[in-house]
């Protein structure tokens, strides 16, 4: 249970540094890019091992290639390019709160490619975590900016990539397991947004940055990326899925919590009320999910 709690927490922390990052002349690519350099070794180290020790790991195929490339850029490059553009606009929480709701994205891209819709109670519940944040959108569009609008749009851009990601690369993780996936994913990632930055602007922007920006990235890196990825994976080996999932959902109030603590971001009654819907409607969803997933086995 700790370690659940660890990944989550750490992961809960990745706002919180890329909002103290941007406290430096920092772009959003320029710091993706920083994040993917510092981690790629680790995950590649860990890839390494992972294939030393497990001699009779499954074959890849082209098409396995195929789908890490694409889980590669949905998930590594894109959700995470436009989660670090929609941070420069918005508040962290606001930010955790709206990339809590991929459960409910993940749901409607699988009706939509299953040609149906979704049932009454699901809608239910997707309309109770969405009033959620549309009353936490309203408040912070009073106390933060005229640019919250943006930042909302391009945040809920990566909750689609993300949940994109998930859906290409669920069968990929149980037949391939989540390092090899992860660091493979991870290397695509790093390549795409070099690239970018490459078109962009000299790569030596990178090298440029002031040392305490170096210093965020490597806490990004290390403890909102790799470690929690880690944790996660063995609190799920060692007491399930469904036990990991409930005790993830601490992740927005300690998002806040940190934000409101080290960033200093508004949090009045209202922002207490839009957290408390959207927790509720993405519980209901994955919890009535997961029991019907049990009475099916």
Known sequence: MGLALLGAIFFSGKAIVVKLAYAYPVDASTLLAMRMLLSLPLFLGALI?????EK????????????ITLAGLLGYYLASLFDFMGLQYITAGLERLILFTYPSIVLLIACIIKHQWPQPWQLVCMALSYVGLAVVYGHETVLVGDNTALGVVLVFVSAICY?????????LLKRLGTIRVTAMATLVSAAAILIQINLQQPLSIIVEQPLPVWGWSLVNAVFCTFVPVFAVMTAISLIGAPRVSQLGMIGPIATIALGTWILEEPFTVWHAVGTALVIAGVALLS?????KEGAMT
């Open 56 to 67: 009779n790991a499954a074959k890849m195929t082209a098409k396995d290639y195929g789908l």
């Open 287 to 291: 919890m009535k999910k997961e029991a």
């Open 163 to 171: 949940a994109s990601y998930l859906i290409v690369g669920e069968r």
């Open 49 to 53: 091992f992972t294939v030393l020790r």
